[in-house]
């Protein structure tokens, strides 16, 4: 896709980044838009130049799009336009180009490198590749469940038949299956049929895990006429959705393919966060506070444990305990197990009891490979099953504490499944509007291989190699979150010691 049109890289330069310069006159221009209001009168920003803080080019990743390979409609995009029948036309209030971008990682400072790389900035464009009325979508969700898919199918469908007029959307049945499998016969999705699903959890397609064939996918495709495919899933399910809009370039087919991400375990990478993810950290608090109850009346010496999903990842559990600020212990992925010794959970664990009569642990699910090991069995997915970490936790903490004459109660909480099946909350709600409208906006101007994400809070397409190239991510064992936990909780890190970045040489540095 890249080389064909001409570039050699997914990231190719762009716009040239504004450079330092003198502090502006304080006199402000009127402005329109989002343009700031601090640029002075020359275009030049107030405040002090940075000298040590380098600048340079930006660097754009480039979204394949069919009007590179395909004619297109080119069709001027009003919203609803051709859904008007004599009322006022509607306009969308901002169309986008392709220089408009949003910059990845946007923290500057003398040891971060001046080129920048961004993302191409989602948002209704002024022509459209395909015509909107001879549409026929498809849309499929694959993998876990997680708060907001019907939030998501909800508003890609009204998208599409409300603002665009398509002509048919089609929801393929339980995953990737159900392109192939007569038993799962299509749904035709309507606006009448989506109605008020936004407020329900689950997906109302079904989901599944493994059955990825992609001759029957295509020969779905083929046989529906489908124009556009808005795949709604995680890391797996994108790395799938790739194949797809590869074999369709291949059979030259005028097929856009767009990614929606979604997983409760918020590990597809370069988003600030995937949909559902907020709702499930906000609904393990329920669990949480029912440990601490439990605990802290089952005397002497009660301890909860609350196990949540997280397979190669944190996310949740992590974010679960700072949400909550009620546990002692957090253990999650990317932070080996130690039972015992200066480093170890179960003496920390005994310390909290202690100190304050009862403990709490959050376990995340993959937590503890280190010393479980990991299992040879997968999923039909080919994800790996993993060993019971919580029930493994208990019975360490019961040992641990019998062999130190101590009384011990352990209750465990398992809500696992209850956290990705509810309806997402408001946040998550919004973050399913905005994602599936820019899919649907991006579809219809013909990008393909692409998904839609938030990053630095600004609705952007991401190429799906981009995002599959480090997708699952981790969280970063030195960073901020687990910091916070770290602190939060009292527990010992079992990282090597690393010295602090800035030391505090340099920081007392005039
Ligand atoms: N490398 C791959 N190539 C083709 N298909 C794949 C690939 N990886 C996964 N899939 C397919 O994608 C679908 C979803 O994958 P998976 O079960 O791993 O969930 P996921 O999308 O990662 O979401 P979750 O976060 O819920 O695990 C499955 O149907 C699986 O067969
Ligand atoms: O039991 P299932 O449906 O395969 O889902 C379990 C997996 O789903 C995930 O939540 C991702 O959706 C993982 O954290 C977990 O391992």
Known sequence: FLASSGRQSSFSPGVTAAVGRQQSSRDAVSVQGDVDESFGEEGVPEGWVLPKVPSGQIYLAEVPCLSDYFPSMNIRNDMMVQ?????????????????????????????????????????????????????????????????????????????????????????????????????????????????????????????????????????????????????????????????????CKAQQLNIAVAGVPKTIDNDVDMLDRSFGFETSVETAQAAITSAVTEASCNLPNGIGIVKLMGRSSGFIAAHATLASGDVDLCLVPEMPLVLEGPKGCLPHLMQRVHDKGYAVVVVAEGAGENVLGSSAEVDLSGNKKLPKVAEFMQHSIEDFFHRHNLPVTCKSIDPSYTIRSVPANASDQILCMQLAQNAVHAAMAGYTAFTVGLVNNKAVLIPMSLVTATSPRCLDPYGRVLERVLSTTLQPSTLPYRPPKGGLDSATQP
């Open 83 to 247: 859904a008007l029948s004599g009322g006022s036309p509607a306009f969308w209030n901002r169309l986008l180009g392709p220089d408009d971008c949003v910059i990845i990682d946007p923290i500057c400072g003398p040891d971060r490198p001046g080129h920048k790389k961004a993302l191409l900035r989602a948002g209704p464009r002024p022509l459209l590749h395909f015509d909107p009325q001879k549409t026929v979508a498809a849309i499929v969700t694959c993998g876990g469940l997680c708060p907001g898919l019907n939030s998501v199918i909800h508003h890609l469908t009204e998208t599409l038949v409300k603002n665009y007029s398509a002509q048919r959307v089609i929801g393929v049945r339980g995953g990737f299956a159900g392109f192939y499998n007569r038993q799962l016969t299509p749904l035709d999705l309507t606006v009448s049929r989506v109605d008020r699903l936004q407020h329900q959890g689950g997906t109302l397609l079904g989901t599944s895990r493994g059955g990825f064939e992609l001759d029957n996918i295509i020969a779905f495709l083929r046989a529906y006429q489908v124009t556009q495919l808005y795949v709604i899933g995680g890391d797996g399910t994108h790395r799938a959705a790739q194949k797809i809009a590869m074999e």
